[in-house]
């Protein structure tokens, strides 16, 4: 309860801060906060509202976040732009995109679903036709350090030891990760970190969640929207919205991408099975866990593609269906 109070008070400063950028006696009240040390405040003032991000210096380096958001911005998306920002405090005041987040509005009516995603692959497609801009590569290693988090938070929490093996049943996977040239990946690219705006074309959508961008292959983001886990995303619906990307981009080689496509899937699953475990042992967060039997259903039909075969065998060899319910948190 303490840690949950915590998160509805405003950070030290926030009067100064706001003060001194013509936001003195604002109305302050949480908005939401992430699986990062960040948290979001909604700001009104007179009719006026914005979003105070509150990034503490010592966990959260602002600096890409802010780098990215502009680039964005110059490319013709829509990323929150800074009003205000004090990066020793790690107090920013965005633009504010409103309450219109992809999830809930889909999760009230579903009935946009097909238009929205068309809308995410389209500036997904756009977006991979511009240069990366200057962000540090995906590289192999970052590949397999992701990978790792399942091995090492997922397997001791269910009492599994970790078997031989792991490392090398993932190393035929990654040349087919760099034969394309590298994107912009946003690397957390779903419908709760889109937002419906009321404006035309590619910013219909705004752009949240894109502080740890890498430059890499564009299967990922893709991989990211169609596999939600938060949302289930039908076959027949991710079958198209993939079709729609490649005949979006005519210059793709689709057989490459598609092959891409799984192994990024599958990456991304089994690395988030070790996210959502830290979270939960390190980080003292019980809700993520809870996310686990949707993830082993997207890793299990994901270890089917014919390019996962060598980590299929060793998940077939070292993981037991017991291990594969998920985490228990105790009630």
Do not use: C
């Not at 009492?159 to 394309?180: I, Q, S």
């Not at 065998?313 to 037991?320: I, K, L, S």
Request: glycine share 8%.
């Amino acid at each position: 309860m303490a840690s949950k109070l915590a998160e509805m008070i405003p950070p030290p400063g926030t009067g100064a801060f706001l003060n001194a950028h013509g936001w003195g006696g604002a109305a302050v009240r949480p908005l939401a906060g992430d699986a990062s040390f960040r948290r979001y405040f909604r700001v009104e003032l007179q009719g006026r509202t914005a979003v105070l991000m509150d990034a503490p210096p010592d966990k959260e380096d602002s600096r890409p976040f802010l780098a990215i958001g502009k680039h964005l911005d110059e490319l013709g998306f829509s990323a929150p732009q800074p009003l205000a920002t004090d990066l020793q405090k790690g107090l920013i005041l965005l633009e504010d995109y409103g309450d219109g987040r992809v999830g809930p509005v889909l999760a009230a009516d579903a009935s946009a679903e097909a238009a929205i995603y068309g809308a995410a692959v389209d500036i997904l497609a756009e977006l991979h036709n511009h240069a990366p801009g200057d962000v540090p590569p995906y590289s192999e290693a970052e590949y397999l350090r992701e990978a790792r988090l399942f091995p090492d938070w997922y397997l001791p929490a269910v009492g599994v030891a970790e078997a031989a093996g792991y490392n090398e049943a993932w190393a035929p996977l990654w040349p087919a990760l760099f034969t394309h040239p590298p994107v912009l990946v946003l690397r957390d690219y779903h419908a709760d970190n889109l937002m419906l705006l009321d404006r035309p074309g590619l910013k219909r959508l705004g752009l949240l969640d894109y502080q740890d961008a890498l430059a890499g292959h564009p299967a990922y983001d893709l991989a990211s929207l169609l596999q939600d886990i938060r949302r289930v995303v039908s076959p027949e619906l991710e079958a198209a919205m993939i079709a729609r990307y490649i005949a979006a981009r005519p210059g793709i080689d689709e057989a490459a991408f598609r092959t891409a496509y799984a192994i990024l899937a599958a990456q991304r699953n089994i690395k988030i099975l070790g996210v959502f475990t830290r979270l939960y042992v390190r980080d003292g967060k019980p809700a993520y866990p809870r996310f686990h039997p949707r993830l082993w259903e997207l890793v299990s039909a994901n270890l089917e593609h014919p390019a996962l075969a060598p980590v299929k065998a060793w998940f077939d060899a070292n993981v037991p269906p017991a291990a594969r319910v998920g985490v228990q948190v105790p009630a």
